[in-house]
């Protein structure tokens, strides 16, 4: 990832002072700031707070707290219990557990999250043409995946193209700030627009392709992603716009059989209120919604493309 001109990762590991190191995701577009764990337990919060956000940089991150953690198995526990609905984080854990939270295993693990993106950006930017505009929603780039993407990959690669980006601001978190801030780093042409304005743009012929990213995706393909990301695959259907999901093998969840059994994670209602002074009586904030597999046209994954259309 491209931040001020040089390469930089959303989190890495500092070797002498035994922390992990992350891009505090809370604080940009407006402010670069770093956040250090020097234990699992900060590791958990910042997982939990949205220091760290993206299904594969969520897996990564945890991974390192696995190493962190005294007692591997109450590590594995307190991790888990962070955020329900990314498959990722539960992979990621099952992982270390497996290879005893040993740091070279932490480092195999994530090094082998950012191949898996950069092929995913190698296969779905085959599917990008000259001039295409596409439309994503939430922020599935190098700061949720620690490097290239998962929907952002694909755009990466063909960069060249002359491509244009409708990116969703995606409330309430407006994670399409980040998306924003990161495309502006690479030099892509886009424009942040309101969630409820991508029909508007679809419906007059100005987007000619959708890529989300996903943090959980049923043994029959469902899709469980950022919240609006259902309406915004009814849309495109309706509107004969193709529909990709761009997400890497360990966030299908093959233990599940559809996406009705993905738990979907309710945040604060302070996400939903914080920017108004009026406070109503009952707030409701799922983090996610499921998009079912019939609204996809196909999954990018680093050893291929599903097409499901």
Same mark, same amino acid.
């Given at each position: ?9 959303? $989190?890495?590991? @500092? ?20 956040? /250090?764990?020097?234990?699992? *337990? ?30 591997? +198995? ?11 609905? #990314? ?23 994530? /090094?082998?999250?950012? *191949? ?6 190698? $296969?779905?930017?085959? !599917? ?14 190098? !700061? ?23 990116? @969703? ?7 399409? !700030? ?13 424009? $942040? ?12 012929? +100005? ?61 604060? #209602?302070? +996400? ?20 079912? #597999? ?7 994954? /680093? ?7």
């Amino acid at each position: 990832m491209l931040v001020e001109g040089k390469n930089m990762r959303s $989190l890495w590991w @500092d070797e002498e002072e035994k922390t992990l190191n992350l891009i505090d995701q809370r604080m940009l577009p407006f402010q670069l700031k770093i956040f /250090e764990a020097d234990s699992a *337990e900060k590791v958990a919060y910042a997982i939990k707070k949205m220091v760290v956000r993206g299904a594969p940089a969520i897996g990564c991150a945890a991974a390192y707290g696995m190493v962190m953690g005294e007692d591997i +198995e109450k590590t594995a526990r307190m991790l888990k219990r962070t955020r329900p609905t #990314a498959h990722d984080l539960f992979y990621a854990v099952d992982y270390m557990v497996e290879h005893g939270g040993e740091l070279d295993a932490a480092h195999s693990y994530v /090094e082998d999250t950012i *191949e898996k993106c950069r092929r995913i950006g190698r $296969l779905g930017g085959k !599917l990008i043409k000259q001039g295409d505009k596409i439309l994503t929603h939430c922020n599935a780039g190098a !700061l949720a995946t620690v490097d290239w993407g998962t929907a952002l990959s694909p755009l990466r690669m063909a960069k060249d193209r002359d491509i244009f980006v409708w990116v @969703d601001e995606t409330r309430p978190r407006l994670q399409g !700030l980040l998306t924003a801030w990161e495309l502006e780093q690479e030099g892509i042409k886009h424009a $942040l627009i309101a969630d409820n304005a991508a029909g508007h743009f679809m419906s007059r012929g +100005e987007v000619d392709m959708v890529i989300v990213g996903a943090d959980r995706i049923a043994s029959n393909y469902d899709v469980a992603n950022k919240i609006g990301t259902y309406e915004k695959a009814v849309l495109a259907k309706e509107n004969g716009i193709p529909f990709y999901v761009a997400a890497p093998i360990s966030t299908f969840d093959y233990t599940i059989p559809d996406g009705g059994k993905i738990k979907i994670e309710e945040r604060d #209602a302070e +996400e939903v209120t914080k920017i108004f002074d009026y406070v109503p009586s009952d707030i409701r904030n799922p983090a996610f919604d499921v998009t079912p #597999a019939e609204y996809v046209t196909g999954i990018i994954t /680093e050893d291929g493309l599903i097409r499901l259309d």
